[in-house]
């Protein structure tokens, strides 16, 4: 009963009890009751709208309009018009626990979190008599027919999937049906027996440890493998280096030994000397850097090399000139003693 109406028959109801009571006269009285009527009108005629809600009105029990804009608003006095519905407009959530069966046969218990809204009031009111409890059965029988698809272990990757598919499948169907816009659906983590749950758990870490196996296993293979690299280029630039180095020592002793021929040293000769330094050098090297011991049965063979060797550059000394005659009669001086 609107409050235009129950003004009305207040005031009337005071105006009779007067008039009744001989306080006032029958055309006073009639005045009264005309002031109350005309009160009630203006007061049915006065609405207020509340922020976020929708207000449904009638017109002889039928549906007549809905006034959305919040604040003072106006309607046709009653009866011809009055309040039937007042709908909320802000956010709804509606929570469910719903038991499924997936793929692999498990039971399960899926938590869903069903957030809505009401976009249109006219087909909320009219539709069904609880249609927030009409649009929660069917987003659940959407979402268990999509479960039912899926392993037990896919379900934990896969909720958000499951989602979009529920809200593309059936948020036409509800919003035409019911005048509801599904915002979202969430799907909270599915519960399984307490069995079911342990051994999704051992399969989940043993797959975390051979993915880590693997990871180290590729780690250490990359390792070999630069390293291998980085061997390899070593070795490239010490050949590199080496090979430098040997072209100038040989530059070097090709240098010697063609000096050596220009001096009057056959050839033959030369290469002897060339051997012999080389000898010489390689025995140097050894006893510098190295911690080699070097051994020869006939010791005093490789010092008479050396002093043939000498003798060899004396004898063929370019600045060697013609033995002079001796102060002691001219005769030349005797040779050096062998030495053994």
Do not use: C
């Not at 997936?102 to 869903?112: H, Q, R, S």
């Not at 990757?157 to 499951?162: A, G, N, V, Y």
């Not at 983590?189 to 051992?202: G, N, T």
């Amino acid at each position: 009963m609107g409050i235009g109406i129950k003004t009305f028959l207040i005031g009337a109801a005071s105006v009779g009890a007067l008039a009744a009571g001989g306080v006032i006269g029958i055309p006073a009285a009639i005045a009264g009751f005309g002031l109350a009527a005309a009160t009630g009108i203006a007061t049915s005629s006065v609405m207020i709208v509340d922020q976020q809600t929708e207000t449904v009105l009638e017109s002889f029990g039928r549906y007549s309009e809905t006034k959305a804009k919040p604040g003072i608003q106006f309607k046709l006095p009653w009866p011809f018009q009055n309040i039937a519905y007042e709908i909320s407009t802000k956010m709804g959530q509606f929570k469910e626990e719903l038991e499924t069966k997936t793929k692999d046969d498990v039971f399960v218990k899926l938590p869903i979190n069903i957030q809505h809204t009401v976009v249109d009031s006219q087909k909320y009111s009219y539709s069904s008599s609880n249609p927030d409890k009409q649009m929660a059965t069917v987003v659940a029988s959407a979402v268990k027919q999509n479960a039912s698809k899926m392993l037990f272990a896919e379900l934990f990757e896969s909720r958000e999937e499951i989602s979009h598919k529920v809200k593309d499948s059936i948020g036409k169907e509800v919003l035409d049906k019911f005048g509801i816009k599904i915002i979202d659906v969430i799907i909270d983590q599915p519960k399984a027996p307490d069995s079911i749950e342990k051994a999704y758990s051992d399969v989940m870490a043993s797959e975390k440890r051979l993915t880590a196996t693997k990871n180290n296993a590729e780690a250490e293979k990359m390792r070999i493998i630069k390293d291998a690299e980085a061997h390899k280029e070593a070795t490239r630039l010490l050949g590199e280096g080496i090979a430098e180095q040997r072209a100038a020592i040989f530059s070097n002793y090709a240098h010697q030994f063609n000096t050596l021929v220009k001096q009057g040293v056959s050839e033959e000769e030369a290469n002897k000397i060339m051997v012999l330094a080389m000898t010489q050098d390689t025995l140097r090297e050894v006893g510098t850097k190295g911690n080699l011991i070097i051994t020869t049965t006939n010791p005093t063979d490789i010092l008479a090399q050396f002093q043939a060797l000498g003798k060899t550059l004396a004898d063929s000394s370019p600045a060697k000139s013609k033995t002079p005659a001796a102060h002691d009669g001219g005769k030349p001086p005797a040779p050096p003693p062998a030495m053994h």
